[in-house]
């Protein structure tokens, strides 16, 4: 059939999810680009062995999710990691008293940025991307309460940082 229009329509409906989610977890326009590609050309060669047993979007999303995953390996990217007891930053003594809309998003990628891998991710999938706890175990093949304690024990730090750079929540 015709290959290049079913990839088209694949990519129409499911282009601007796919790189929000590259996006977020790679921090890097180009790496997210790529990622997109390469997630569509895998799951347009990979449409014969989609069972259904979840929905269509979960699927590309596992794949788009272990594209990230692979791309942050080779580059090595994600190294920083915030501790759960560490002190917060010390704020910076002419930070403005509410910074402005596009600071505090600054600030929250970079604290999101310190987390690890695994906990970030869980935490872009429910809150940015909207899925549920168990889609997302479903996703990474993991336990449901184990991705529940996980943003549990990951908020109070990343909360902490976002604080310590002047913005309050």
Not at 133 to 144: C, F, G, L
Not at 154 to 165: D, K, S, Y
Request: glycine share 4%.
């Amino acid at each position: 059939g015709d290959y290049a229009g079913a990839l088209k329509v694949l990519k129409e409906g499911y282009c601007d999810p796919v790189l929000k989610y590259s996006r977020m977890f790679l921090n890097n326009d180009e790496d997210a680009r790529d990622t997109c590609q390469v997630t569509f050309i895998q799951s347009f060669r990979s449409l014969p062995e989609f069972r259904q047993s979840s929905t269509f979007w979960t699927w590309l999303h596992a794949i788009a999710r272990h594209k990230c995953f692979d791309l942050a390996k080779k580059h090595r990217r994600f190294n920083a990691r915030i501790s759960f007891t560490d002190d917060p930053p010390e704020r910076v003594d002419d930070a403005p008293e509410r910074p402005v809309d596009h600071d505090v998003q600054a600030v929250l990628e970079h604290c999101l940025g310190k987390l690890a891998d695994h906990v970030r991710e869980t935490m872009l999938m429910h809150y940015c991307l909207g899925f549920s706890y168990r889609e997302v175990a479903y996703i990474n093949e993991e336990m449901q309460g184990t991705l529940q304690a996980r943003v549990a024990r990951a908020l109070p730090a990343l909360r902490r940082c976002v604080e310590g750079h002047g913005v309050q929540l």
